[in-house]
């Protein structure tokens, strides 16, 4: 019997989108965790508030918008698993 990884659903909302200024705003919710982050892609910068929880969820987040960047948009809603309880 394997045991199954332990996993968070992490749900992310874009709020503000800017290609001139490279960056990208928004909303990120795991478990009863909430940040507000922005992500300066041009710098590899990823920028996350308020601290708390904030280790747990930096890497992961920061994996999912260097794969996903050019493909979010503002309103959008999307969400990525993190192998982790959060």
């Given at each position: 019997?394997?045991?199954?990884?332990?996993?968070?659903?992490?749900?992310?909302?874009?709020t503000?989108?800017?290609?001139?200024?490279?960056?990208?705003?928004?909303?990120?919710?795991?478990?009863?965790?909430?940040w507000?982050?922005?992500?300066?892609?041009?710098?590899?910068?990823l920028?996350?508030?308020?601290?708390?929880?904030?280790?747990?969820?930096?890497?992961?987040?920061?994996?999912?918008?260097?794969?996903?960047?050019?493909?979010?948009?503002?309103g959008?809603?999307?969400?990525?698993?993190?192998?982790?309880?959060?």
């Amino acid at each position: 019997m394997s045991k199954r990884l332990p996993q968070t659903t992490a749900y992310v909302r874009i709020t503000h989108q800017s290609w001139q200024q490279g960056k990208i705003e928004g909303e990120v919710r795991a478990s009863e965790f909430e940040w507000q982050f922005q992500w300066r892609f041009r710098h590899g910068e990823l920028c996350v508030e308020p601290s708390l929880g904030r280790a747990l969820i930096k890497e992961p987040l920061t994996r999912f918008l260097e794969q996903s960047d050019y493909q979010l948009e503002p309103g959008g809603d999307y969400c990525f698993t993190i192998r982790a309880d959060i």
